[in-house]
């Protein structure tokens, strides 16, 4: 059963150990994020992009060594201390979050292609709330998403002005609950599908909608944000 819905980006620069001397300047994302994970109970699904469709169970365990420090990561806490795999961004971001935000919860990753059509994504989304629905047990889902890189000059995406306003719309929609106005996102999100499989498991509408954090402090659209469904 979906009781509780996390917004959060799939930034490295949250994480203290891998921020460096820009932990401070980010301190406000970081926490942000994980009072919203924080809202979650202790069974979570997760949602994010990755170069293929799958399941990442609560027994992975991974590491942030690709991004500059070993920071080992699990899904689960009985997972801690095993072998780590090469798990796509998202999910390292989603076991990190778990392991600070409630060390006690259990997470199970699904990772989506960034090429599916919108209305495929909204159909995957409508796939996994049924799937959701069908267990008495209380779930939370952690959307682990961005908006564009490219909304300043040291963008990692390079810079398109256009990209602003789509941006702006994004965070609105989000800030609003406005699942509908996810499926037509511009394809400057990079957490495009994943938004979109946002919009089919919420539809029509979460109950409510609360804003966290928005910004782009690394030219990356990053928000925060908990839905009640």
Same mark, same amino acid.
């Not at 932990?23 to 994970?37: I, M, P, Q, W, Y």
């Not at 259990?106 to 796939?127: N, W």
């Given at each position: 059963?979906?009781? *509780?819905?996390?917004?959060?980006?799939?930034?490295?620069?949250?994480?203290?150990?891998?921020?460096?001397?820009?932990?401070? !300047?980010?301190?406000?994302?970081?926490?942000?994020?994980?009072?919203?994970?924080?809202?979650?109970?202790?069974?979570?699904?997760?949602?994010?992009?990755? &170069?293929?469709?799958?399941?990442?169970?609560?027994?992975? %365990?991974?590491? #942030?060594?690709?991004?500059?420090?070993?920071?080992?990561?699990?899904? &689960? *806490?009985?997972?801690? /201390?095993?072998?780590?795999?090469?798990?796509?961004?998202?999910?390292?971001?989603? *076991?990190?979050?778990? /392991?600070?935000?409630?060390? $006690?919860? =259990?997470?199970?990753?699904?990772?989506?292609?960034?090429?599916?059509?919108? !209305?495929?994504? %909204?159909?995957?989304?409508?796939?996994?709330?049924?799937?959701?629905?069908? #267990?008495? !047990?209380?779930?939370?889902?952690? %959307?682990? $998403?961005?908006?564009?890189?490219?909304?300043?000059?040291?963008?990692?995406?390079?810079?398109?002005?256009?990209?602003?306003?789509?941006?702006?719309?994004?965070?609105?929609?989000?800030?609003?609950? $406005?699942? &509908?106005? +996810?499926?037509?996102? =511009?394809? &400057?999100?990079?957490?495009?599908?994943?938004?979109?499989? +946002? *919009?089919?498991?919420?539809?029509?509408?979460?109950?409510?909608?609360?804003?966290?954090?928005?910004? $782009?402090?690394?030219?990356?659209?990053? #928000?925060?944000?908990?839905?009640?469904?």
């Amino acid at each position: 059963m979906l009781s *509780a819905v996390a917004l959060v980006p799939s930034a490295p620069v949250m994480i203290a150990e891998l921020a460096g001397a820009a932990a401070t !300047e980010t301190a406000d994302l970081r926490v942000a994020a994980v009072s919203a994970a924080r809202g979650l109970p202790p069974r979570w699904v997760g949602v994010g992009v990755a &170069s293929e469709d799958a399941v990442v169970s609560p027994d992975a %365990v991974g590491t #942030f060594a690709g991004y500059g420090v070993d920071l080992p990561v699990a899904l &689960s *806490a009985a997972a801690l /201390g095993g072998q780590p795999a090469r798990l796509p961004l998202c999910v390292l971001v989603a *076991a990190w979050l778990r /392991g600070t935000a409630n060390p $006690a919860a =259990s997470a199970e990753m699904h990772t989506y292609r960034g090429d599916h059509p919108a !209305e495929a994504a %909204v159909a995957l989304g409508r796939r996994l709330r049924a799937d959701l629905d069908a #267990f008495d !047990e209380p779930t939370g889902v952690l %959307v682990v $998403a961005d908006g564009a890189n490219t909304l300043t000059p040291a963008a990692p995406g390079g810079y398109d002005p256009d990209a602003l306003a789509g941006q702006h719309a994004l965070d609105d929609a989000l800030a609003g609950g $406005a699942a &509908s106005a +996810l499926v037509g996102l =511009s394809e &400057s999100a990079v957490g495009r599908v994943a938004y979109q499989v +946002l *919009a089919g498991l919420v539809a029509p509408a979460p109950r409510s909608a609360d804003e966290l954090y928005r910004g $782009a402090p690394y030219g990356v659209g990053y #928000f925060v944000g908990r839905w009640t469904p």
